[in-house]
C-alpha cells in the first residue's frame, strides 16, 4: 500500500475521535494543533459521509507533496458532532496555547486541538 494511502487509512478509522498524522504515519505528542493556513479544509456534511473514504484519500493524495516537503505539517480529521460536519485539514503542531489561539482566529477556525489533554479548545471571538 502506498504510503499516503496507509496516511488516508489511518484518518478514516479515526474519524469518530479525530486524529493528526504527518507523511511518516505518526501522531503529534503535544501541543496545540491549528490549521496550517497555506492549505484549504474540506467540509463534508452529513450527506456527504457516504463518500468519506474517498474524499479523505483523495485530500491526502492532492496534499501530499507539499506536506512532505514541509516537514512539519499534518493531516487531520475531526468531526464536530453537534454539527455533523466532518473537517479534513492540513495542520500545525504549536507548543504555545496562546500563539495556536491567536492563529485560529486570524484564520477564522472554530478551534484548536490540545494533544496533551485530548480536547478541543473552542476559539472565542
Not at 479515526?14 to 490549521?35: C, I, K, W, Y
Not at 457516504?50 to 505539517?73: K, M, N, P
Not at 496555547?97 to 476559539?123: F, H
Amino acid at each position: 500500500m502506498r504510503p499516503e494511502h496507509m496516511v488516508a487509512d489511518y484518518l478514516y478509522r479515526r474519524v469518530l475521535t479525530g486524529a493528526s498524522v504527518d507523511t511518516n504515519g505518526q501522531a503529534p505528542s503535544d501541543g496545540f494543533m491549528v490549521r496550517y493556513g497555506a492549505f484549504p479544509t474540506v467540509a463534508l456534511r452529513s450527506g456527504q459521509h457516504s463518500r468519506l473514504r474517498e474524499a479523505i484519500t483523495a485530500f491526502v493524495t492532492e496534499h501530499w507533496q507539499a506536506v512532505r516537503q514541509r516537514g512539519d505539517a499534518y493531516f487531520g480529521i475531526w468531526m464536530d458532532q453537534k454539527a455533523d460536519v466532518i473537517y479534513l485539514d492540513v495542520s500545525a503542531e504549536l507548543t504555545d496555547r496562546d500563539d495556536a489561539l491567536n492563529r485560529a482566529r486570524r484564520l477564522g477556525e472554530r478551534a484548536i486541538y490540545d494533544v496533551a489533554l485530548r480536547r478541543e479548545i473552542w476559539v472565542q471571538t
